[in-house]
């Protein structure tokens, strides 16, 4: 997820300081470039970016001594574009007297860039901010006003983003927002921009939200924000934000773990763009079409992702995969595999010390490595020769939710693919996951309490949901220090039944495919005075044998995908049932004790 910064000042000073103390801010979001510009009333921009991190390349480009009134900065994480000082923002247009930036997806980008180089401008990149620009100077050059150029270039420039862009000889910056965060903070003094709100709250506590399909025209100590349809003039004054930058930071949840779970269904969809633009998928896949055996590597919840993986390997592309985790796969595989072997390694972190043994083994043995990883510039994908970025920006409670999520999108993409399949369907991955957390929040009240007092239970589930049921299990563990067990249905009458006494809960995650299983599983449980607590789509038989339902909103995909895509939604109300339990039984969700985000020891 990248991040933009513009500032507008009223006298002019070096605004170097500022610039790299907002990057600082802004960094948590994810980012492998960095560049800022200060563009003066007259002259040329001062533009300067590399990769790198935030201070290296601050005091690489010296930009503590960057001066003016105006200046934009960027962090970029990249998407269109391999991470360069090419395709680093801000980006010029054409003869460089306008400069802007952007975050988010322009999903046209390509198709734009071969226009723009048709219509005789400079393009030096292939990164999609870049797009920004010229969709700009197109109708600037054909003698629009500023205002009239970006509105007509918001219909031009397809995805979600926030742009801001500013021209040699005024004392203005703009900035437009369509889908993607941007907020507006002033003084008596300046203006500023922003994709979030934490990274401007140390400038000024007066803010201005705006809302997508809104340009704001700022200067300093005051804007106009107009309507990007009809260029109607919007009224909107100031509020004063007194929450501290912690409740800020944490999008008005009252946890990390909350705001995270709700940020799945944007994630996913970015990542669901990011792979359709992807010029690495195809590489990925002939990778995996060449290999003799596929090992798919990871720990904790990304190895449940990953057992997810391996089914949809195996049901989508008829391609039979191994999951294993991390430090077995060194003691029970690494003897066996060699060059003609791949593995794809999984890890939010990039950097957990297991995982980075097991990529050390099978180095050494010349196997090849495919990585899915949030972090960017981590070990693992530093480790990778192609990877999937998962780019869910930073996941700050400990356990694993969005980005669970999205390596499981992930690999149903990479199976997708795979199997020669359409993935045009997995556009309405966002849809599917906000109606499911939204149904899922009004059912989860009524039952949280009959499971909250238990401090052992069980959650199982079959083929496609026992991956699922896994990783309930490793949340509720995780988080609410009970004793969960997370199993495949069938195989709980071959000893755990005797558990079961009067109200024992037992979560059951019901996959269409499987209903019937389910049910009987279920009935082996309930006759013995134990409670069972499905988790499905409406369904006659769940809702007549099972003592609760929680339901997840019927989808419309194809009949062969639609199991796959359950099984997906089936985590979201695993994860709110654990994020409500830890709550009642008095402990945070976001930093349960004895755990660590990212286990960098053996
Ligand atoms: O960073 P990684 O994905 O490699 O971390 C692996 C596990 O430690 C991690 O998934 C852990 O199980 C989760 N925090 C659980 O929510």
Request: proline share 4%; glycine share 10%.
């Given at each position: 997820?990248?991040?933009?910064?513009?500032?507008?000042?009223?006298?002019?000073?070096?605004?170097?300081?500022?610039?790299?103390?907002?990057?600082?801010?802004?960094?948590?979001?994810?980012?492998?470039?960095?560049?800022?510009?200060?563009?003066?009333?007259?002259?040329?921009?001062?533009?300067?970016?590399?990769?790198?991190?935030?201070?290296?390349?601050?005091?690489?480009?010296?930009?503590?001594?960057?001066?003016?009134?105006?200046?934009?900065?960027?962090?970029?994480?990249?998407?269109?574009?391999?991470?360069?000082?090419?395709?680093?923002?801000?980006?010029?247009?054409?003869?460089?007297?306008?400069?802007?930036?952007?975050?988010?997806?322009?999903?046209?980008?390509?198709?734009?860039?071969?226009?723009?180089?048709?219509?005789?401008?400079?393009?030096?990149?292939?990164?999609?901010?870049?797009?920004?620009?010229?969709?700009?100077?197109?109708?600037?050059?054909?003698?629009?006003?500023?205002?009239?150029?970006?509105?007509?270039?918001?219909?031009?420039?397809?995805?979600?983003?926030?742009?801001?862009?500013?021209?040699?000889?005024?004392?203005?910056?703009?900035?437009?927002?369509?889908?993607?965060?941007?907020?507006?903070?002033?003084?008596?003094?300046?203006?500023?921009?922003?994709?979030?709100?934490?990274?401007?709250?140390?400038?000024?506590?007066?803010?201005?939200?705006?809302?997508?399909?809104?340009?704001?025209?700022?200067?300093?100590?005051?804007?106009?924000?107009?309507?990007?349809?009809?260029?109607?003039?919007?009224?909107?004054?100031?509020?004063?934000?007194?929450?501290?930058?912690?409740?800020?930071?944490?999008?008005?949840?009252?946890?990390?773990?909350?705001?995270?779970?709700?940020?799945?269904?944007?994630?996913?969809?970015?990542?669901?763009?990011?792979?359709?633009?992807?010029?690495?998928?195809?590489?990925?896949?002939?990778?995996?079409?060449?290999?003799?055996?596929?090992?798919?590597?990871?720990?904790?919840?990304?190895?449940h992702?990953?057992l997810?993986?391996?089914?949809?390997?195996?049901?989508?592309?008829?391609?039979?995969?191994?999951?294993?985790?991390?430090?077995?796969?060194?003691?029970?595989?690494?003897?066996?595999?060699?060059?003609?072997?791949?593995?794809?390694?999984?890890?939010?972190?990039?950097?957990?010390?297991?995982?980075?043994?097991?990529?050390?083994?099978?180095?050494?043995?010349?196997?090849?490595?495919?990585?899915?990883?949030?972090?960017?510039?981590?070990?693992?994908?530093?480790?990778?020769?192609?990877?999937?970025?998962?780019?869910?920006?930073?996941?700050?409670?400990?356990?694993?939710?969005?980005?669970?999520?999205?390596?499981?999108?992930?690999?149903?993409?990479?199976?997708?693919?795979?199997?020669?399949?359409?993935?045009?369907?997995?556009?309405?991955?966002?849809?599917?996951?906000?109606?499911?957390?939204?149904?899922v929040?009004?059912q989860i009240p009524s039952v949280e309490g009959k499971i909250s007092p238990w401090d052992d239970l069980y959650c199982l589930g079959y083929g496609l949901t026992y991956p699922i049921a896994l990783e309930g299990a490793l949340k509720l563990k995780e988080i609410t220090y009970a004793h969960c067990e997370g199993m495949l249905s069938t195989e709980f009458k071959h000893g755990p039944l005797s558990a079961v006494t009067e109200g024992y809960p037992v979560i059951f995650v019901a996959g269409p495919d499987d209903t019937s299983l389910i049910v009987s599983g279920i009935n082996e449980v309930t006759c013995r005075g134990g409670r069972a607590i499905a988790i499905g789509e409406e369904d006659a038989r769940l809702r007549a044998n099972a003592d609760d339902l929680i339901v997840i909103?019927?989808?419309?995909?194809?009949?062969?995908?639609?199991?796959?895509?359950v099984a997906?939604?089936s985590v979201l109300p695993l994860q709110l049932l654990s994020y409500r339990i830890s709550l009642a039984r008095g402990f945070?969700?976001?930093?349960?004790?004895?755990?660590?985000?990212?286990?960098?020891?053996?």
């Amino acid at each position: 997820m990248c991040g933009i910064f513009g500032i507008v000042t009223k006298e002019e000073q070096q605004l170097g300081p500022t610039l790299i103390e907002v990057g600082h801010r802004l960094s948590y979001r994810g980012y492998d470039t960095v560049g800022a510009a200060t563009i003066p009333q007259a002259g040329k921009v001062d533009l300067r970016k590399d990769v790198g991190k935030v201070q290296e390349v601050a005091d690489r480009l010296n930009f503590e001594e960057m001066a003016g009134q105006r200046a934009i900065l960027q962090l970029r994480w990249a998407t269109f574009g391999a991470p360069s000082y090419t395709n680093a923002q801000p980006h010029l247009d054409s003869d460089g007297d306008m400069v802007g930036a952007h975050n988010g997806n322009v999903v046209n980008n390509v198709e734009l860039r071969q226009q723009f180089i048709a219509e005789g401008m400079t393009v030096r990149s292939e990164n999609d901010g870049e797009s920004c620009v010229h969709a700009v100077e197109r109708y600037v050059d054909q003698g629009d006003d500023i205002i009239s150029a970006i509105r007509k270039a918001y219909h031009d420039l397809e995805g979600d983003y926030a742009f801001v862009v500013g021209r040699l000889g005024e004392d203005k910056l703009y900035a437009i927002k369509k889908g993607s965060g941007l907020v507006a903070g002033v003084t008596d003094d300046l203006t500023c921009i922003a994709s979030d709100l934490p990274s401007i709250l140390p400038i000024t506590r007066e803010i201005v939200r705006l809302n997508d399909g809104e340009i704001i025209t700022f200067w300093a100590g005051g804007y106009e924000i107009c309507n990007v349809e009809d260029g109607s003039l919007v009224e909107r004054a100031p509020e004063l934000v007194e929450d501290s930058i912690e409740i800020v930071q944490k999008g008005g949840y009252d946890h990390f773990m909350l705001k995270e779970i709700h940020e799945q269904a944007q994630v996913a969809g970015e990542l669901f763009h990011l792979l359709e633009n992807s010029s690495d998928i195809e590489s990925m896949i002939a990778k995996l079409k060449a290999a003799r055996n596929i090992y798919i590597i990871a720990c904790g919840t990304s190895y449940h992702a990953g057992l997810l993986g391996s089914i949809y390997f195996a049901n989508l592309a008829e391609r039979v995969t191994i999951p294993v985790l991390a430090p077995q796969f060194i003691a029970h595989y690494v003897p066996t595999v060699g060059p003609e072997d791949v593995g794809i390694f999984v890890s939010q972190s990039g950097e957990t010390k297991d995982v980075l043994n097991a990529i050390q083994a099978a180095e050494k043995r010349g196997m090849g490595v495919l990585g899915l990883v949030n972090v960017v510039g981590s070990s693992l994908m530093r480790a990778s020769e192609y990877y999937v970025p998962l780019a869910c920006g930073y996941e700050i409670s400990v356990p694993a939710t969005k980005t669970f999520t999205n390596q499981v999108v992930g690999f149903l993409y990479l199976a997708l693919k795979l199997g020669g399949h359409e993935t045009a369907a997995l556009a309405n991955l966002p849809q599917w996951i906000d109606a499911t957390i939204e149904a899922v929040e009004r059912q989860i009240p009524s039952v949280e309490g009959k499971i909250s007092p238990w401090d052992d239970l069980y959650c199982l589930g079959y083929g496609l949901t026992y991956p699922i049921a896994l990783e309930g299990a490793l949340k509720l563990k995780e988080i609410t220090y009970a004793h969960c067990e997370g199993m495949l249905s069938t195989e709980f009458k071959h000893g755990p039944l005797s558990a079961v006494t009067e109200g024992y809960p037992v979560i059951f995650v019901a996959g269409p495919d499987d209903t019937s299983l389910i049910v009987s599983g279920i009935n082996e449980v309930t006759c013995r005075g134990g409670r069972a607590i499905a988790i499905g789509e409406e369904d006659a038989r769940l809702r007549a044998n099972a003592d609760d339902l929680i339901v997840i909103p019927t989808i419309e995909a194809p009949d062969w995908l639609r199991p796959h895509i359950v099984a997906l939604l089936s985590v979201l109300p695993l994860q709110l049932l654990s994020y409500r339990i830890s709550l009642a039984r008095g402990f945070d969700p976001d930093f349960p004790r004895n755990l660590s985000k990212t286990l960098t020891v053996d």
